[in-house]
């Protein structure tokens, strides 16, 4: 059947998890959505714990151009890979699609929306 295909295909592919962190305007100042904080810290930083605590992989973050060494700062310790670039969601995942390794294997993406950071690990 197409469900057993698909399920099959996911199993094959080469799961990476791309949390990333937008830009937005700030009181007119353009900011990464790094200074929007629940419980001390950025949200970001909240779906990056989540999906590698949930997934037991690294994480693939997406950070403004500019921005890479605060964001990499940020979330120091959590295994999470910085990838500079792109100003829109779909400039960042463009970037992360030329960057990852295509080992011959397919690729399966998971974006984790770092607005939404509460979601439950047993989504992942």
Do not use: M, N, W
């Not at 295909?9 to 990333?20: C, D, F, S, W």
């Not at 929306?113 to 509460?118: E, S």
């Amino acid at each position: 059947t197409a469900g057993a295909r698909v399920s099959a295909t996911v199993r094959a592919a080469t799961v990476r998890y791309v949390v990333p962190v937008l830009p937005y305007e700030d009181e007119g100042a353009g900011s990464p959505l790094a200074t929007t904080h629940l419980h001390g810290r950025p949200l970001f930083a909240h779906a990056v714990s989540t999906v590698h605590e949930a997934a037991g992989r690294d994480v693939l973050v997406t950070a403004p151009v500019g921005a890479g060494s605060a964001v990499s700062a940020i979330l120091d310790g959590t295994g999470a890979r910085v990838i500079e670039g792109g100003g829109s969601l779909g400039a960042c995942l463009q970037r992360v699609l030329a960057d990852v390794s295509l080992d011959g294997r397919p690729q399966l993406l998971v974006v984790h929306d770092p607005r939404c950071p509460l979601v439950p690990k047993t989504t992942f």
